[in-house]
């Protein structure tokens, strides 16, 4: 009723809520796909380009708090949709890393692998600072946090 319908017209627009929910996992991961891009356009380097693109997908985060509501009940209901939602973001994720990554500025031996754990970076600290704690990441922490992942966590000898 909050969105302006009656409990049965729901499926004048949808033919079942698998439908809903694929409509609504791709214009979420189309939003934070564009939100990163715009926020990371015009980086120096691949450092800045991450941060700027946690910034960029933490503030359409903030604005959008029930994708991640809506990213668990798509597991739930159809197990296809988040796995395809994730899936198609660490690709083209990898492939763009591949792609734009100047020599030197990171040393990855497999792009997914790579991807893989930013994204789950990026998922914690959403979930950590966004959802959790009600605020947002101080753009500060996250560069500290990100030096120290693109620095290693081991001491250079």
């Known amino acids: 009723r909050a969105a302006g319908y009656a409990t049965g017209t729901f499926y004048l627009s949808f033919k079942s809520k ?3 929910l694929a ?4 214009a979420l991961r189309d939003g934070l796909v564009f939100n990163a ?3 990371s356009r015009g980086a120096a380097n691949r450092l800045e380009t991450e941060v700027r693109t946690f910034i960029g997908l933490f503030r359409f985060l903030a604005q959008h708090p029930d994708g991640y509501r809506i ?3 798509a597991e739930f209901v159809d197990f296809t ?3 395809n939602y994730y899936i198609r973001l660490m690709k083209d994720y990898a492939r763009g890393l591949a792609k734009e990554a100047r020599p030197g500025e990171l040393n990855a031996r ?3 692998y790579f991807a893989l754990a930013m994204m789950g970076l990026g998922h914690m600290l959403a979930l950590k600072y966004l959802l959790w704690n009600g605020g947002k990441i ?3 922490t996250l ?4 030096e120290t992942v693109f620095n290693g966590f081991a001491h250079k000898k």
């Open 37 to 39: 891009a715009a926020y």
């Open 143 to 146: 560069l500290a946090l990100l």
């Open 110 to 112: 497999n792009w997914e």
């Open 18 to 20: 698998k439908e809903a």
């Open 81 to 83: 949709l988040a796995e």
């Open 71 to 73: 990213m668990r009940e």
């Open 138 to 140: 101080k753009e500060d």
């Open 23 to 26: 409509r609504l996992t791709a």
